[in-house]
């Protein structure tokens, strides 16, 4: 039975989304949380193997909840359900240590399918978070290339990546150009998303080195 | 022409002014000379007529006795102007020893006027001892003796003399007067409406808050300047008042766009995603292979309910991007991956790159949104404008204040013809981008500075202030 905790703001969309939770096979709803202070009251107290995230909710957002999860090392896994698209909330919820991000109008098999992803510790990612080239078959990347992507996935800026890979800022640079033609990226967040999507990332290595990147 | 009125004016009357000094001083010279010659014929006359008078052959002893020839003589010349009064002149018949023989009345008083040489053919001016000036020319007579005339000048011209040195003291004077009028003209008035004329050419009207334009000693351009310096104030301030509208317009912009997307946000977008989850759950209940119309509805319900949401969605995004409440540097990424896919046809794909100093990238929800629109804006022109492929974006601490910079790789432009220009003037040229960054650089409290050329890159510097304490998130 897989403990789960669910936290929105929008009573229409959380009883909705009770609703289909009670009902599903396999999955006991453990709480329901209203605000980010409740959430994690009620997380610290029923201590769930997932909780359901929205990432806009007064008093703490799903990301600043996911980051204290992150940080205390609990062992719930965070899914972040939201209403916004944009690449950034990926990579924000990514970076404060979610292992899903899912849209809330997302068929339920798409929620069953990330809730199953997102337990065992396997990233899952909407489809409708915009990739541009999915599809496209992905290179190897060498040893190096994913080293550059994984401290440029950590927010380094790439003066900081180059020192620490003791590299030139124009060495990283083509390394990213590099990396980018051969996931098929458009961009540098668009590559790191494709990489996790297809395991050439792991969402551990993504951690942050505390103190660097940007506070939430 | 118009111009030099005042000069024309000044030159006029100083040129008229000095001919009439130089025509008196000429009519002076030649009246003296007239004079000269008109005093030297008339002692010549004076000597002629006594000696051309029937021989004087009186004996030496009864020359000076009354009734002698020469007397008589004397007294028919009398009526001579230089024999009417002893100062005028008189006639001397002096010996060859330089003794009177005769003299015409009180003319005894000239003898020193003799020099002892004779004759003297030309008529000489000679002062005596009182300091008169004399006509004197000295004849010899047929008996051996001379005859001495002499015509004061001092005492007949006197008159006439007096008139003409008052004249030409008087023209003197009024030109004199003129001239230190004219340059007084010159100095207080000509040079200064120059000076004010020079500095209103390049005022900048709405720019320089007080300009100072006269300081001197003439009340009527003191108070014309002091209009034209208030004119020079109010336009100022009108200019300022105009800039604060527009800051507050685009402020009240941002807010009202920032309020209006959150309420759709957590109203209508919520509301459609609720009915969303019903729908889904409806669905759940209804077999998914029977091909009932119930199913086909619900269906087409949540297709068209899910394209309300992502409408919804795109409109909130419009009117104001919810990311800019993840931070600075996802909003910049955010900016960054979404400029690169949209110019993901050119041929080389734009590679954006973000350098934040971590300990300056928390800024509070309006920084941050002015300064993605900025990066947006400038990042945007690189690429349509400047065809740049690599765009470099910073923020950083430069002493007190921040300063965050755009670099690109492009094609660059003149920004030297940009420099001090109104960038309202830009927005109605067409060029909106930067009058838009410029809007927020206002709303930054902050500075810009545009260095570019044609063939080098790029790159806009903004300094501003860090926000203050109370505004931290």
């Given amino acids: ?216 | 022409m118009k111009k030099h009125f005042l000069l024309l004016l000044m030159g006029t009357v100083t040129l008229f002014t000095a001919a009439t000094f130089l025509i008196s001083l000429h009519a002076f010279r030649t009246q003296e000379s007239a004079m000269d010659s008109m005093m030297r014929s008339y002692v010549l006359d004076l000597a002629e007529n006594f000696s051309n008078t029937a021989s004087f052959t009186g004996g030496r002893g009864q020359a000076q006795r009354h009734g002698t020839p020469g007397m008589m003589r004397f007294r028919m010349l009398s009526a001579d102007p230089a024999l009417q009064s002893p100062e005028a002149g008189g006639l001397l018949v002096i010996s060859r020893e330089g003794r009177i023989i005769t003299a015409s009345p009180g003319a005894e008083r000239l003898l020193p006027l003799w020099k002892g040489t004779a004759p003297e053919e030309e008529p000489r001016e000679v002062l005596d001892a009182k300091g008169d000036s004399y006509y004197v020319v000295v004849r010899p007579l047929q008996d051996g003796n001379f005859i001495l005339a002499a015509v004061s000048r001092t005492y007949l011209l006197a008159p006439l003399a007096g008139v003409w040195k008052t004249w030409i003291l008087s023209a003197m004077i009024t030109s004199a007067a003129v001239l230190v009028g004219m340059f007084l003209l010159w100095y207080w008035l000509a040079v200064p409406l120059r000076g004010i004329a020079e500095r209103l050419g390049n005022v900048g009207w709405g720019k320089e808050r007080s300009i100072r334009l006269y300081n001197g000693p003439i009340s009527e351009l003191e108070a014309l300047s002091s209009v034209i310096e208030r004119l020079a104030t109010e336009s100022f301030e009108k200019e300022e008042l105009k800039k604060r509208y527009v800051t507050d317009l685009v402020q009240a912009q941002e807010s009202t766009r920032g309020q209006l997307a959150r309420e759709l946000h957590d109203g209508a977008l919520q509301s459609t995603v609720a009915a969303v989850k019903r729908i889904q759950l409806a669905k759940q209940s209804v077999p998914s292979d029977a091909n009932s119309p119930l199913r086909a509805h619900l269906d087409t319900a949540e297709e068209v309910v899910q394209t309300a949401a992502g409408e919804i969605r795109s409109y909130c995004e419009t009117l104001s991007p919810s990311w800019v409440r993840l931070g600075l540097s996802s909003a910049l990424e955010e900016i960054a991956g979404r400029l690169a896919q949209a110019y993901e046809g050119v041929e080389t794909d734009v590679d954006i790159g973000v350098e934040l100093e971590a300990a300056v990238a928390a800024l509070p929800e309006d920084h941050v949104l002015a300064l993605a629109r900025i990066f947006q804006e400038a990042a945007s022109n690189s690429v349509r404008h400047g065809g740049a492929r690599f765009i470099q974006v910073e923020l950083r601490k430069e002493g007190d204040a921040l300063l965050f910079s755009v670099e690109d790789d492009g094609s660059g432009f003149d920004a030297d013809a940009y420099a001090g220009t109104d960038f309202e003037e830009l927005r109605t040229t067409g060029h909106r981008g930067l009058a838009n960054i410029n809007e927020r650089v206002r709303l930054l409290r902050g500075t810009m500075r545009i260095m570019s050329r044609p063939g080098e890159s790029c790159r806009i510097d903004i300094l501003f202030p860090p926000p203050s304490p109370g505004e931290t998130r």
């Fill in chain 1, 1 to 216: 039975m897989l403990r789960i905790l669910l936290a929105d703001d929008h009573p229409l969309t959380r009883s909705g989304l009770a609703a289909w939770l009670e009902a599903e096979e396999g999955v006991e709803l453990v709480g329901q949380a209203a605000d980010g202070e409740s959430a994690w009251t009620m997380l610290l107290k029923t201590q769930p193997d997932l909780a359901l995230l929205d990432i806009e909710m007064p008093n703490g957002s799903g990301i600043e909840i996911a980051e204290r999860i992150m940080k205390r090392k609990l062992p719930t896994n965070v899914l972040m359900l939201t209403a916004y698209s944009a690449q950034q909330y990926v990579m924000a919820s990514v970076r404060a240590g979610a292992k899903g991000f899912i849209l809330k109008s997302a068929p339920f098999d798409q929620l069953r399918q990330a809730i199953a992803d997102t337990s065992r510790g396997i990233f899952y990612l909407d489809p409708s978070v915009s990739l541009v080239s999915d599809e496209a078959p992905a290179e190897e990347l060498s040893e190096r290339e994913k080293e550059v992507l994984i401290l440029t996935a950590q927010g380094l800026p790439s003066s900081e990546t180059a020192r620490l890979l003791s590299i030139t800022k124009r060495t990283v640079a083509a390394h990213l150009t590099s990396i980018y033609a051969k996931l098929g990226a458009k961009n540098k967040t668009e590559a790191i998303l494709l990489a996790l999507k297809r395991g050439i990332v792991l969402l551990d290595q993504l951690r942050f080195i505390d103190g660097k990147g940007e506070s939430l």
